[in-house]
């Protein structure tokens, strides 16, 4: 655990909003992301820097700004130790451009570049992030934020770009603990990291006016960790979820969840007084903890907004329930989840030889991952709904590549759309595509030490 506790952390909240790290709102004008070794300071004044590998030597790397419709191209150069690649997580993208190491092209080796260019055909929150060895590479920085913007702009005052993440850290030399692929992360719920920062900042701090209108854009680019977050001294709504406006703004009346990869967008009114602090509560382990503060200064409005218009919608092809070809997906395994043998290269193995392997879930009896053949062989344009089941002790928070999917509600009705979705123990979750983007795309859990461990497979559009 850490020297400092939460209380002398919150005492120097004010000066660590400081941080270069936070400000990060103008586009980046280089068409290069470099991913780099470097050095930041992410514990507080008296501890010593962090050694991090980050896009541009900065964590989060540099945000990605963008008009919807445009073309985004960044050359990623490798000056990393290893082989690295970069996915943009919930852009429906050509598939060549995905980022997937191994699926979807070769890792950049050190010292190498490689070409990203894509039109980004909806606006939204999106991120990107390291997709090669991503249990580390992820866990060590290397990832950012990806902004679209929509053709009009929206009617908020200003809007603030928070990412939630952790980092496991040892207090004694402020250095990232290097144990990636330790077999209790893997086997339980992931790596958890014993350091809570928005936008490597603790208890950041902003500052804000009465009445203000903010749309807050949150992403989780942790690697397992769970944020369920309240709003105290802010009223709004949710307008987006992972990147995809909501038919009509949903009042926040209760915690939000935001699983790893997740993304949510709010518009928010500041209703805390001049000299107040309003605050986004992290509820996470029993303590409630400031995620992000807004003092409330001077010079306020008088009067509050009404509710806001919804943002533009997306163009997204809509799911035929009736004619959906009807698949499903058990996740298995775990610690506590009496996994006793799964297929391996197509022989079955043991328990003892699956972790042998390196391997501790698997999905339909299969723990290959993505070095198995396709979950799914579809053609373009088909319609599909897959019943993922939970069959194990530990939340799970399953991303599709290439395309958002429908939620199905409970009422067996098509819900929100998202990229990736939180499936808690012993849940069910049925989602629904339109298989409409040829190509390779990766399904997988995203905490990242379970999709290293067997919690990946693949469909294949063609
Ligand atoms: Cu955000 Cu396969 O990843
Ligand atoms: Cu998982």
Known sequence: MLKLDRRQFLSTASAFAMLPASTSLAASASVELNALVADIQLLPEGYGPTSIWGFDGTAPGPEIRLAQGSRLQRRLVNSLPEPTSIHWHGVRIDNAMDGVSGLTQNAVPSGETFEYDFVVRDAGTYWYHAHNKSFEQVARGLSGALIIEEPDEVDVDREEVLILDDWLLDPDTAQIVGD?????????????????????????????????????????????????????????????????????PLPITDTIVLGPAQRIDLIVDVVASEGETAHVVHLGQGDAFSQVAFEVRAGGAVKRRGVPSPLPPNALSMVDLGKARAMSLTMEGGAMGGLRSATLGGDSKSIGEIVDAGRFWAFNGAADGMDGPAFAELSQGEHVRIAIANDTVFPHAMHLHGMHFYEIGNDGNLGALRDTTLIERGDTREIAFVADNPGKWLLHCHMLSHAASGMSTWIDVA
């Open 180 to 248: 990636f692929a330790a077999p209790h992360a893997m086997s339980h719920g992931g790596r958890i990291g014993n350091y809570i920062t928005t936008n490597s900042v603790y208890n950041l701090a902003l500052d804000a006016r009465q009445n203000e209108r903010l749309r807050l854009r949150l992403i989780n680019a942790s690697n397992a960790r769970i944020f369920p977050l309240r709003l105290d001294g802010l009223q709004g709504w949710t307008v987006a979820l992972d990147g995809m406006p909501l038919v009509k």
